[in-house]
């Protein structure tokens, strides 16, 4: 075999290696980006039903609120600090 056809030969195996071990880590870095994605998917998902259990929560008590205490809508604002202050003129 000649020094050329050597040369080729390393070079085509170390090309074809070097070629192999890319795709394997572009592969795994592709496989772990997607699990990170899946990670905030379960996440925002946990929150979101954290945040529904708070909401139901709130509207138990509004509706235990509600039938303790008599509540009734006003229109206008007329509470008293609403009122001109008296100069006593």
Known sequence: MSRASKLT???T???TAGIIWFVHWAQEADRAAMHR???RDMEKQ???QERQAEFELQKRLQEEYLK???VSTT???QSPSAQPPNTGT
């Open 37 to 39: 994605g899946v990670e």
């Open 68 to 70: 303790l205490q008599t």
């Open 46 to 48: 946990r929150i979101r």
């Open 9 to 11: 030969l390393a070079a």
């Open 75 to 77: 229109t206008g604002d």
């Open 13 to 15: 195996g170390l090309g």
